[in-house]
C-alpha cells in the first residue's frame, strides 16, 4: 500500500467519523413521488457508551450563543463597601454561588454565572463584578427577577417526618415549619475557632427581639433542628443542644474555613452577600437570532456554492478536487464544533464564512505554483511537488499573523486588558479553527487526492 | 514582459489619497459615531404595527415624557429602534406599557443597556489589542525580512488599510447612521491580519527574483513579482469577496455592517499589497537613491 493511499484511508476514516457527528439528530425530508407524498426521517445514533464502567453519553447538538436563541445577559457590579478587603473575594464567590443556585431552581438551561474583578492600574482591585448569562431568558424583567435582590433568610423548625421523609427531597423540606425568626433578628454573624478544637465555627447573634423568639424556639425544642433557609433553600441545618436565652449561638460541625466564612457571609447579608447593581444588561429576543442565522446560513451555502463554481471554472479537474477538500473542511468543521461544545454566535457564522474564503486560499497558491512550474517545462510529478513545498512557505508565512489576531480576539488567558466580550471571542473561534483545518484540507487533503487520483493525462488546463 | 505596472508608482498614492480626503471630510462631519458599546447608554427595539404613526415628531415627543431619548429610527423590517442614556429595566417597561396603548401589541425584540465604565474599559481595551497586535506583526515582519525597506512599507500598507477602514465607516455614518461598535475592532484586527498576509506573498516573490537575477533593479523585479502573483491574489481574493458578498446581500440584519466591514477590509487589503506597499518600497528606494547621489 503506497503512502498516499494510507493517507487517503486515514482521511476517509477521518470524514466518516467527523460526517456522523456533524449530521443532525434528526432530519426530516418531505418526498412527492407518484402523486404520493410523504416524508422520510433519518436519525442519528445517540453515543451511548460504557467504557470501563464510565458511562459516556453525548447526543451531539451545536451549541448556539444568547443571540442566536435569544436571551438575556446581565454585568453585575457587587458593591463592597461594607465588606473587610480580606473577606471581599470570598463574598464574591457566595454571591455568585447563591445567583447560580437560583437560575439553577429556575431551570434555565445551562446558565453562565461567571465572577470577575477588575484591577486598577496600581495591581489593587477595582471593581468585583459577576456576569450571567441566561439563555431563552429573553424578557430582561424576568431574569433580574431570577438574579434576585429580595431573597429570603429565614429559620424553620423540623416537625415530625413523614416517612416519605427519608427517601425524598421535597418531603424532607416539606417537614420544616416557618418559625417567626427571620434574617432581619440576626444582627450578625462571624466565624469563631472552637476553644477545645481549634476548627472554625459560625457564631450568631441576634438582636433583643430575636434574642427574645430564639430563647423561646431553643427552649421548647432541645435535639431538634432549626434549619436555616435562604430563599427557601437549606443553608445549614444545626440541631438545638441546650437553651440558649442571652441571643450568642454557635454552630460546630465539619466545616473548612473558607466554608465557614461563606456561610457567615450569607448569613451576615441575609439575602445576597453583597448589594449588586446592574451595570450591563443585553437581552435579545428569539426572532431577531432566528431569522438573522436563517438568512446568514443561506447566504453561506450560497456562497460555498459561488466558490465551489469558481474553482472548478478556474482549475479544472484540479478544482473539482480542492471542493472536495473544502466540502471535507466543512464536515470537519461543524464536528469539532459539536465534539468541544463551541458556541455558536453570529459573529462566529461571519467567521465561519470568512474562512471558507481562506480555505481555498492555499489551493489557489499551490495549483498556481503548479502552473508556473509546468510553464517552466517541468514533468507533472515533479512540478505537483515543487509546487507544494514552495508554496507552504507562503502558506505558513500568511496564516500565523491571522492565527495571532485570532487569539488576540478569543484571549484565551482571561487577560483583563484585552477583550471579553462573547460575540468577539466567537468570531475569534471560529477564525482560529477555520485557518487550522483549512491548512489540513488545503494542503493534505488535497495533496493527497492529486496524488491518488490525477494523472499528467487528464491535466489539461 | 513589457507591461510596467510601477513606471509612474507615485499615481497609486493619489488613489489613496482621494479616499484619505473624502474620509477625512466625512470623519470631520461627524460621521464616526461610536455605539453605545462605547459611549454607554440604552438601545430599545420593538416590533409594532409601525403604520398606525402619524409622524414621528409626535412619537418622540410622547416618549421623551417618559424617557429622555437620544434618537428614534424606524427601520425596514418595521421595527422602532430607540436610543437614549443609560435607563434601568423599569424605564424600559414603561416606554413599552405606554407604546402599547396607542399601537396595541409591542414584542420587545432587543434591549441593551451599557453603563459608562463599561465603555470606557472596552475603548482601552480596544487600543490595546490594536496596538498588541499591530506590534506582533511588525515585530514577524522586521524578522521576515531583516531589511528595514520591506518591514516598514508593509506596515504602512497595514495601517492604510486600517485607515481606509475608517473613512468607509465614517461616510457610511453619514449615509446610513452606521455606527463603530465592538464587531466593528473585530474587523479592524481582521484587516490587520490580512493585509500582511498579501503583502508577505508579494514581497517573498520580490525576494526570490532578485536572489535569482540580482542585477534586476528593484522596480522590474517588483513588476515581475505582481504579474507573478497576480492571479493568485486576486483569485483569492475572489473567494473570500463572493464569500462575504452573499453574507452582506442575503445575510442576517445583524451581521451586516460587520460583513461590510470585514468586505471593504479584504478588498483594500489586496489592493494595497500591490499598489500601497510596493509603490512605498519603491519611493524608499528612489529617494534613497538621490540621497546618496546629493552627497
Given at each position: 500500500?503506497?503512502?498516499?493511499?494510507?493517507?487517503?484511508?486515514?482521511?476517509?476514516?477521518?470524514?466518516?467519523?467527523?460526517?456522523?457527528?456533524?449530521?443532525?439528530?434528526?432530519?426530516?425530508l418531505p418526498y412527492n413521488l407518484f402523486n404520493r407524498s410523504g416524508e422520510v426521517t433519518f436519525k442519528r445514533p445517540v453515543v451511548d457508551l460504557e467504557i470501563?464502567?464510565?458511562?459516556?453519553?453525548?447526543?451531539?447538538?451545536?451549541?448556539?450563543?444568547?443571540?442566536?436563541?435569544?436571551?438575556?445577559?446581565?454585568?453585575?457590579?457587587?458593591?463592597?463597601?461594607?465588606?473587610?478587603?480580606?473577606?471581599?473575594?470570598?463574598?464574591?464567590?457566595?454571591?455568585?454561588?447563591?445567583?447560580?443556585r437560583r437560575v439553577d431552581l429556575y431551570g434555565v438551561n445551562e446558565p453562565v454565572v461567571q465572577s470577575s474583578t477588575i484591577r486598577q492600574a496600581n495591581g489593587q482591585i477595582g471593581e468585583f463584578r459577576i456576569t450571567v448569562e441566561l439563555a431563552g431568558v429573553s424578557d430582561p424583567t424576568e431574569a433580574l427577577e431570577l438574579i434576585g435582590t429580595t431573597a429570603q433568610l429565614d429559620f424553620r423548625l423540623q416537625g415530625i417526618a413523614s416517612p416519605e421523609a427519608t427517601v425524598s427531597a421535597i418531603a424532607f423540606l416539606q417537614s420544616f415549619e416557618p418559625t417567626e425568626l427571620s434574617g432581619a433578628d440576626l444582627k450578625r454573624s462571624s466565624v469563631q475557632f472552637d476553644q477545645q478544637t481549634g476548627t472554625p465555627v459560625v457564631s450568631?447573634?441576634?438582636?433583643?427581639?430575636?434574642?427574645?423568639?430564639?430563647?423561646?424556639?431553643?427552649?421548647?425544642?432541645?435535639?431538634?433542628v432549626l434549619g436555616i433557609f435562604l430563599d427557601g433553600y437549606p443553608l445549614m441545618l444545626p440541631r438545638i443542644n441546650v437553651p440558649i436565652i442571652d441571643g450568642r449561638a454557635i454552630i460546630t460541625g465539619e466545616f473548612g474555613l473558607e466554608e465557614a466564612k461563606n456561610l457567615s457571609i450569607q448569613l451576615n447579608a441575609g439575602a445576597l452577600p453583597v448589594p449588586i447593581e446592574v451595570i450591563e444588561q443585553r437581552s435579545i429576543g428569539a426572532s431577531l437570532g432566528q431569522e438573522s442565522i436563517r438568512n446568514s446560513v443561506r447566504a453561506g451555502v450560497i456562497g460555498i456554492g459561488l466558490v465551489m463554481t469558481f474553482m472548478v471554472l478556474l482549475y479544472g479537474w484540479k478544482g473539482v478536487f480542492a471542493d472536495i477538500a473544502l466540502l471535507v473542511y466543512a464536515i470537519l468543521t461543524i464536528a469539532i464544533y459539536k465534539l468541544f461544545s463551541i458556541t455558536l454566535t453570529l459573529p462566529g457564522i461571519a467567521g465561519m464564512l470568512l474562512s471558507v474564503g481562506m480555505a481555498v486560499d492555499a489551493n489557489i497558491l499551490i495549483f498556481e505554483r503548479m502552473k508556473e512550474e509546468l510553464r517552466n517545462g517541468k514533468p507533472f510529478e515533479l512540478a505537483m511537488k515543487l509546487g507544494f513545498g514552495r508554496a507552504w512557505d507562503s502558506i505558513k508565512d500568511a496564516n500565523l499573523a491571522t492565527i495571532f489576531t485570532s487569539l488576540v480576539l478569543i484571549n484565551p488567558l482571561n487577560l483583563p486588558f484585552l477583550n471579553t466580550s462573547g460575540l468577539v471571542r466567537g468570531f475569534g473561534v471560529t477564525l482560529l479553527i477555520g485557518v487550522l483545518i483549512s491548512l489540513f484540507t488545503g494542503v493534505i487533503v488535497t495533496r493527497t487526492l492529486l496524488r491518488l487520483f490525477l494523472k499528467e493525462h487528464s491535466l489539461t488546463k | 514582459?513589457?507591461?510596467?505596472?510601477?513606471?509612474?508608482?507615485?499615481?497609486?498614492?493619489?488613489?489613496?489619497?482621494?479616499?484619505?480626503?473624502?474620509?477625512?471630510?466625512?470623519?470631520?462631519?461627524?460621521?464616526?459615531?461610536?455605539?453605545?458599546?462605547f459611549s454607554g447608554g440604552s438601545v430599545l427595539e420593538v416590533k409594532m404595527d409601525v403604520s398606525k404613526i402619524n409622524s414621528s415628531q409626535e412619537l418622540e415627543e410622547r416618549i421623551d415624557k417618559i424617557v429622555d431619548i437620544s434618537s428614534l429610527q424606524l427601520t425596514s423590517q418595521k421595527t422602532l429602534i430607540l436610543k437614549s442614556k443609560s435607563i434601568a429595566n423599569e424605564q424600559k417597561d414603561a416606554v413599552v406599557a405606554d407604546l402599547g396603548t396607542e399601537f396595541g401589541t409591542v414584542e420587545m425584540i432587543r434591549f441593551e443597556t451599557?453603563?459608562?465604565?463599561?465603555?470606557?474599559?472596552?475603548?482601552?481595551?480596544?487600543?490595546?489589542?490594536?496596538?498588541?497586535?499591530?506590534?506582533?506583526?511588525m515585530l514577524y515582519v522586521m524578522n521576515q525580512f531583516k531589511d528595514l525597506r520591506y518591514g516598514v512599507s508593509a506596515i504602512l500598507a497595514m495601517l492604510h488599510d486600517t485607515f481606509v477602514l475608517f473613512c468607509a465607516f465614517?461616510?457610511?455614518?453619514?449615509?446610513?447612521?452606521?455606527?463603530?461598535?465592538?464587531?466593528?475592532?473585530?474587523?479592524?484586527?481582521?484587516t490587520l491580519s490580512f493585509s500582511v498576509h498579501d503583502t508577505i506573498v508579494t514581497f517573498d516573490r520580490i525576494r526570490e527574483i532578485r536572489k535569482k537575477e540580482p542585477n534586476i533593479t528593484i522596480k522590474e523585479a517588483s513588476n515581475k513579482a505582481v504579474l507573478q502573483t497576480l492571479s493568485r491574489s486576486l483569485n483569492n481574493s475572489?473567494?473570500?469577496?463572493?464569500?462575504?458578498?452573499?453574507?452582506?446581500?442575503?445575510?442576517?440584519?445583524?451581521?451586516?455592517?460587520?460583513?461590510?466591514?470585514?468586505?471593504?477590509?479584504?478588498?483594500?487589503?489586496?489592493?494595497?499589497?500591490?499598489?500601497?506597499?510596493?509603490?512605498?518600497?519603491?519611493?524608499?528606494?528612489?529617494?534613497?537613491?538621490?540621497?546618496?547621489?546629493?552627497?
Open positions: 500500500m503506497s503512502s498516499a493511499l494510507k493517507r487517503y484511508l486515514f482521511i476517509l476514516f477521518c470524514v466518516i467519523v467527523a460526517a456522523l457527528i456533524a449530521f443532525p439528530t434528526e432530519l426530516k470501563f464502567g464510565t458511562r459516556y453519553t453525548r447526543d451531539f447538538t451545536l451549541k448556539q450563543g444568547l443571540d442566536i436563541q435569544g436571551g438575556t445577559q446581565i454585568v453585575l457590579r457587587a458593591d463592597m463597601s461594607n465588606i473587610p478587603a480580606e473577606d471581599r473575594e470570598t463574598a464574591l464567590e457566595s454571591t455568585r454561588q447563591v445567583i447560580l450568631l447573634e441576634f438582636n433583643p427581639e430575636g434574642t427574645k423568639k430564639f430563647a423561646d424556639i431553643t427552649k421548647d425544642n432541645v435535639n431538634g | 514582459m513589457t507591461a510596467h505596472i510601477f513606471k509612474h508608482y507615485w499615481l497609486y498614492f493619489t488613489t489613496s489619497l482621494a479616499v484619505f480626503v473624502v474620509g477625512l471630510v466625512m470623519i470631520a462631519q461627524g460621521g464616526l459615531k461610536p455605539s453605545i458599546d451599557v453603563g459608562p465604565v463599561i465603555g470606557r474599559e472596552l475603548l482601552l481595551k480596544t487600543v490595546f489589542s490594536v496596538l498588541i497586535v499591530s506590534m506582533v506583526i465614517a461616510l457610511l455614518g453619514v449615509l446610513y447612521n452606521v455606527e463603530i461598535d465592538a464587531l466593528f475592532v473585530t474587523a479592524v484586527l481582521t475572489l473567494t473570500i469577496i463572493i464569500m462575504l458578498a452573499t453574507l452582506v446581500l442575503l445575510g442576517g440584519t445583524t451581521l451586516r455592517w460587520f460583513a461590510v466591514a470585514l468586505l471593504v477590509g479584504s478588498i483594500t487589503g489586496t489592493y494595497s499589497s500591490t499598489f500601497t506597499a510596493i509603490p512605498l518600497l519603491l519611493l524608499w528606494d528612489d529617494v534613497a537613491k538621490r540621497w546618496s547621489k546629493g552627497k
